[in-house]
């Protein structure tokens, strides 16, 4: 069976270069009045003139408004008379078109008449939900993320929201930590581009367009490397690691424009990131000149206290603002101090000054101070929510988040001819669980079920039979017999394992990452009955799966993919779609490996020469040391080969570019598409370096026969790291290149000189 779509949908999913057609032709509404930067400086300035200490200490503050908008309560009351007085900044948790205007004309009743910022954590979608960031990363299409930004971007926008939480550039490199799902993996350099990807998808090309919304890097910074993978935990590294791995993600995303940034939970080398000055006030606003401002994470400069970094929220409020935290969202430390700390000589009026003009710098280019309500149209919110194409973004995401990590034999894609399948598993039916962790719609009728998208698209030649087996967690087998016998009357089996959804995010942190419950033991069992068993993981983070990657004849990463991901799952199991992700994040076979992350792989001065020996050299006696499943690892149901490889000369001089191509040949009788990677080595250096970097991708389609070149540009700024004197350097030397279609499946090879 194939499925046709009208030429302006298939413009839609194939996704033209920088946006898609339909993003194109749906420009951002421009705000109403085209001010320039210099414009903007001026209102801002002339308004701050007219602030008093309070009203400016009230733009600072954010706070929660699901009580302002329910029944009366002392919550509500107190929160609507500080909007009236001026004492509120921002809003988040107010959405939809009647509560943002119900709200905002309370603020327009200030003497002032300050518009709030309404913001929300729109991660991975508003209404329409995309697959987890994890999950986009995944399919490694840049084009495809910043689409999915835009949809979610614009779903908010038209419901009253301002200003989305996202998108979060941690690098993270531990599985164990539950955020890892809300991010880009555990690579730099892929993380940078698609931190850029999203900043542009959310933001458009400018602020002010209703159809976008103010973006938010964070957690400023290093979060992603909180010790034992314990969420709000310390983090303590070199000066050399935060530069080289943790904030180019964030650069990229201050370079692509994005509004504000967001602060960090953890400590960083012992001073909490909300209250460090050399991250916010010196590297952020001092070497990066950023003009957007800094957002609190959730009661974080109250936090400093519990820390023991300061005395009490006092202390905290003095030290995040001096070190250039702007915004305090919900601990109330700014709202209760800062005044008297201003009068008292503890905090210069400066600092407030600054902190204020940043943000009433965005409220003025986002137009609100020409309409306050511009955001909050029923007649758009209405149309935006209900139009088709954001869901087909949505199904043409999560088929590029879909990895194959194992095809024997040719079991999938699924045969038209099949009679009877087996739909087996805890997840099988699941609906919540496929849009995961963060998600703001929790309408479960707006989600297609794996089972349902199996049955939508086998036709009625087919049957499906379906059994639960077990929960996902818990020890019960009770549902084994059930699944077996229903196993043995089918042709082949489809076998749904994971995480539920509340077992990967914020304060989601896991010692083991093992399937849970018995789930591993219900594929042992089906197993048993002979028949082929094609296995769908679904999970915010990589699992350990020892039996099922041994055993099983196939295996589908689905990661939590979103409100079409069932849709999605059923296009790919039957072969309408050739998957083609790669993993963004290495696999562990066991915990004990952690961390195992591609890049943080050294030669060591004892390295395994030959797998048989590893007598006193850098190695495990109880495992090997490669991973379960590697970074950029993902099969396709057609096949690549890569050959030719030429390098445009052997030398180079620092200021010179050298072109590196390649032949790239689909091999097999189906269409797909390839992830080719270049990773480079720096085999002798003042600073030793990791085995291979991810230096750059091409993403390529290919017809069955068809070949392309694919061409990568070699430059200094490839070829430099920071040295131990956190100079950004490359050292003159040879450089390995390497080609391939992962981190551990190199196909092409050379050597590149560069000159002193």
């Known amino acids: 069976m194939t499925f ?51 009203e400016k200490v009230g733009q600072l503050n954010q706070y929660s408004g699901r009580e302002v908008t329910g029944p009366a309560s002392d919550r509500k009351n107190t929160l609507l008379a500080s909007i009236r007085a001026g004492q509120v900044g921002s809003m988040l948790n107010v959405k939809g078109v009647k509560d943002t205007r119900e709200i905002q004309a309370e603020a327009l009743k200030s003497r002032l008449k300050i518009p709030l910022l309404f913001s929300l954590d729109v991660i991975h979608g508003y209404q329409t939900t995309f697959p987890i960031p994890l999950g986009e990363a995944a399919s490694w299409d840049l084009d495809a993320i910043r689409l999915g930004a835009h949809v979610a971007a614009r ?70 490397a ?76 109250g936090e400093m206290a519990n820390w023991g970094y300061a005395t009490d929220k ?38 407030v000054d600054d902190a204020v003009r940043r943000i009433l710098r965005k409220k003025f280019e986002l137009g609100l101070f020409d309409d306050a309500y511009r955001f909050s149209d029923e007649k758009r919110e209405k149309q935006v929510l209900n139009d088709p194409q954001n869901r087909a973004a949505a199904r043409q995401m999560a088929r590029k988040s879909l990895v194959l990590l194992k095809n024997e034999n040719a079991t999938l894609p699924l045969a038209n001819t099949l009679r009877r399948i ?36 086998a036709g009625k030649t087919t049957e499906l039979r379906y059994a639960k087996g077990c929960e996902v967690s818990g020890e019960s087998r009770a549902g084994f017999e059930q699944a077996v016998a229903t196993a043995q009357s ?36 089906l197993k048993a009955t002979g028949k082929p068993v094609a296995v769908v993981v679904f999970g915010g983070r990589p699992l350990i799966f020892d ?22 799952l059923a296009d790919v199991l039957y072969g309408d779609y050739n998957p083609a992700g790669k993993l963004p994040i290495t696999f562990p076979r066991s915990v004990g490996q952690i961390p195992i992350a591609y890049n943080q792989q050294y030669n060591t001065g004892r390295p395994i020469t030959r797998p048989s020996d590893i007598r006193y050299k850098s190695a495990y006696i109880d495992s090997p040391n490669t991973p379960r499943y590697a970074f950029g690892y993902g099969l396709s149901y057609t096949t690549f080969k890569y050959s030719d490889l030429k390098i445009g000369r052997p030398q180079m001089q620092a200021g010179e570019l050298v072109q590196v191509s390649f032949t790239l040949t689909n091999t097999g009788k189906t269409a ?39 061409t990568f540009t070699i430059d200094k700024e490839k070829l430099a790291f920071y040295n131990a004197k956190l100079e950004w350097q490359a050292e003159p030397g040879k450089f390995n290149l390497m080609v391939g279609s992962a981190s551990d499946d190199i196909r092409l090879d050379g050597t590149l000189e560069l000159l002193p």
């Open 314 to 351: 006092a202390d905290a409020a003095q030290k995040a603002l001096t070190a250039g935290s702007d915004m305090d969202m919900e601990s109330d430390a700014y709202h209760k101090n800062l005044e008297q700390l201003v009068t008292n000589g503890k905090v210069k009026i400066d600092l």
């Open 547 to 568: 039996a099922i990657a041994e055993q099983a004849d196939a295996i589908l990463y689905a990661w939590w993919p979103g409100s079409e991901g069932g849709t999605a």
């Open 155 to 224: 779903e908010a926008a038209a419901s009253g929201i301002h200003w989305t939480f996202a998108p979060m550039v941690d690098v993270g490199r531990d599985p164990r930590w539950g955020r890892v799902m809300e991010g880009a993996g555990e690579d730099t350099y892929l993380g940078a581009q698609i931190a850029k990807a999203r900043v542009l998808g959310f933001q458009g090309s400018t602020l002010g367009g209703t159809d976008a919304v103010m973006a938010c890097a964070k957690h400023f910074a290093a979060y992603g």
């Open 422 to 457: 087996a739909v087996i598993g805890p997840l099988a039916k699941a609906r919540r669980d496929l849009n995961g962790s963060w998600t703001v719609d929790t309408d479960t009728t707006r989600i297609t079920s794996l089972y349902d998208g199996l049955r939508q698209r």
């Open 4 to 54: 046709s779509f009208p030429k302006s949908l298939l413009l839609l999913l194939g996704l033209l270069p920088g946006q898609a057609a339909w993003a194109q032709k749906k420009k951002p509404a421009p705000a109403p009045t085209a001010a320039s930067p210099a414009d903007v400086e001026r209102r801002v300035a002339a308004l701050l003139a007219q602030m008093t200490l309070e």
């Open 672 to 710: 797909g598409e390839e992830v080719a990677q270049l990773y480079l080595r720096d085999p002798v250096a003042s600073v030793v370096r990791p085995l291979k970097e991810l230096k750059d991708f091409r993403k390529i389609s290919l017809k069955p026969g068809e070949s392309k070149t694919v």
């Open 490 to 525: 089918a042709d082949l089996i489809i076998l749904t394992v994971g995480e539920s959804w509340d077992m990967s995010g914020e304060a989601k942190s896991r010692t083991d990452i093992h399937l849970p419950g018995v789930q591993e033991e219900l594929f042992k069992v």
């Open 226 to 301: 909180a010790l034992a993978g314990r969420d709000y935990n310390a983090v303590d590294m070199s000066e050399q690691q935060l530069w080289e791995i943790y904030l180019p993600p964030f650069k990229a995303a201050a370079d692509a424009g994005v509004a504000t940034f967001m602060n960090s939970f953890n400590t960083l080398n012992g001073i909490p990131a909300t209250g460090n000055a050399y991250l916010q006030r010196d590297i952020l606003k001092g070497q990066w000149q950023y003009p957007g401002f800094v957002v609190s994470d959730w009661g974080s400069i």
